[in-house]
């Protein structure tokens, strides 16, 4: 126990940190490997892969090219997917792959229901996948549901309002979750329209009732609340991630040099903040909690199964 705790004392992020506890979470595809990034030495200092922890071997395949990667329950775990169809809850103290199931249709990011449960969105498939998560059966085999959504490439789920949202091609929609833990399932709510085309990221801003929002030639910020879409005073072109911090942290960006990946992340004033040559980083994260999305003390939630 002593061990784990010091584990967590040195990963995870407490707001007001200094600059040289800065890690950043990225979603590597050199590497085939979600891999954790300290900015002050600019180093690797921890990675996840399959074969690096208890995915059978016949799935690994699931986990090609890491397209999210999300902290989750406090930071002590990650929440990733990956466009070989996969989606994994890992903890991060011993590597361990707590749940992972097949969604298919290129996943290319879930999030962590109130109950555990999983939701996924595949952009080819045009669908978010609901799992019934049981973290003490780590099999592929589980239940789940789908509801369709065009060019599906990200959800995120608002604590305050108990609603899943996602924003497709362009258009913003909200979702209803049934809560139930056996068989999840979601509804729609509303919708409301979006500049632009192909929405990409939508994550929740480090700092009040606010989503970051990226598309093929903007990035603008949302207040939740008033439905106001603001420019938000970043690049604005093909921004494959974007990511705020507590004081003293940039808000960070991926930006591909080639095809859709960066060998770098870089601030929205254009300054290096991680660069490693030969890397392919899809998207990155700074490691720190999210309270739009998930009460303090988070902790991880078991859905049982039948048995």
Avoid at 170 to 186: A, E, I, T, V
Wanted: glycine share 6%.
């Amino acid at each position: 126990m002593r061990t784990f705790l010091r584990w967590i004392a040195f990963f995870v992020i407490a707001p007001g940190a200094a600059k040289a506890q800065q890690r950043i979470l990225l979603a590597e595809q050199a590497g085939q490997r979600i891999a954790l990034a300290d900015v002050a030495t600019g180093n690797i200092i921890w990675e996840w892969k399959p074969s690096l922890s208890n995915v059978d071997s016949a799935h690994w395949k699931w986990f090609s090219n890491p397209s999210d990667v999300k902290p989750v329950y406090e930071g002590k775990y990650i929440l990733v997917t990956a466009s070989g169809g996969g989606v994994a809850l890992i903890r991060m103290a011993d590597n361990k792959t707590l749940f992972y199931a097949y969604a298919g249709g290129n996943p290319h990011s879930a999030e962590i229901l109130p109950d555990g449960n999983i939701v996924v969105a595949s952009s080819s498939g045009n669908y978010l996948t609901m799992f019934q998560t049981d973290t003490l059966a780590t099999r592929p085999g589980t239940y789940s549901s789908r509801i369709y959504i065009d060019f599906g490439h990200n959800v995120v789920w608002d604590r305050k309002r108990q609603l899943l949202w996602s924003a497709d091609r362009h258009q913003l929609k909200s979702f209803h979750y049934n809560f139930d833990c056996m068989h999840p399932g979601l509804a729609p709510v509303d919708s409301m329209p979006l500049p632009g085309q192909q929405s990409h990221d939508l994550f929740p801003t480090f700092d009040g009732d606010a989503l970051w929002l990226t598309n093929t030639t903007h990035v603008y910020r949302l207040n939740v609340s008033t439905r106001q879409l603001l420019p938000a005073a970043t690049p604005q072109k093909d921004i494959k991630s974007i990511s705020s911090g507590p004081a003293g942290y940039p808000t960070i960006l991926s930006i591909p040099q080639e095809q859709w990946w960066t060998d770098e992340v870089r601030d929205t004033k254009d300054n290096s903040i991680f660069r490693q040559e030969g890397l392919k980083i899809y998207k990155a994260r700074w490691l720190v909690t999210n309270n739009f999305s998930y009460p303090p003390g988070d902790d991880v939630k078991i859905c049982p199964s039948p048995r």
